[in-house]
């Protein structure tokens, strides 16, 4: 019976250390009090103890860094990177922007176009008309595509455009933003639907020293 009870007290300090990192430090220290003021038990047995225990305490130890590291991938901002707009022109000094290493800063069709490979946005001092945006959908007749307006809040309004059999869809978006209080516009857009909200979250990082 002493043995059984041995092997439990073992168990539990084990469980310990899993689920309470450091009070099961504490229940395994327990443990191996007990454990001594009983006969001793075999080497394979004590060996086994023992590596259990170890492999336990790595577990414990490597919890948190795979819940950081979970977290960063839940950021989809943590792959970008602060990007000064103040070389552009004299106008933007003092703003910048999150967006993927080594992107490139060019005239676009109102203002600076920052972008790298799928990454593109647009911002603008004059370009902030959100009903402009939604009204220019019904001019899509005219070029033979279907357009609509996907969703429209205060400061957002998201499109799409398609050929006139439903094919070939697109999408964009035209948000403000205020950075330090200026209003600016900024645009955006693709083949995917759920990327543009990384596109969106880019805009909305726009910030002014």
């Not at 697109?170 to 950075?179: E, K, Q, S």
């Not at 645009?187 to 543009?196: A, H, I, N, R, S």
Request: aromatic share 4%; glycine share 8%.
């Amino acid at each position: 019976m002493n043995h059984v009870k041995l092997g439990l007290v073992c168990l539990v300090g084990a469980c310990a250390v899993v689920a309470c990192g450091d009070k099961a430090v504490e229940g395994s220290a327990s443990g191996t009090a007990a454990s001594s003021a009983a006969p001793a038990k075999s080497g394979a047995a004590a060996s086994a103890s023992a590596s259990a225990t170890a492999e336990a305490i790595a577990s414990a130890s490597a919890a948190p860094s795979a819940s950081a590291s979970a977290a960063a991938n839940d950021d989809p901002l943590a792959a970008l990177v602060d990007t000064d707009l103040s070389s552009f022109h004299k106008l933007w000094k003092g703003f910048s922007v999150k967006a993927p290493q080594g992107a490139t800063i060019k005239q676009g069709s109102y203002g600076p176009r920052i972008e790298k490979d799928e990454f593109k946005i647009e911002l603008s001092y004059t370009h902030t008309s959100l009903d402009n945006t939604a009204s220019n959908t019904r001019d899509c007749a005219s070029y033979d595509q279907i357009c609509a307006v996907v969703e429209r809040t205060k400061d957002l309004v998201v499109t799409s455009a398609s050929d006139k059999d439903g094919k070939n869809k697109t999408y964009g978006f035209h948000m403000l933003v205020r950075p330090g209080g200026t209003l600016l516009g900024c645009t955006g857009g693709g083949p995917d639907l759920e990327k543009l909200k990384l596109l969106q979250q880019a805009c909305a990082s726009v910030t002014k020293n």
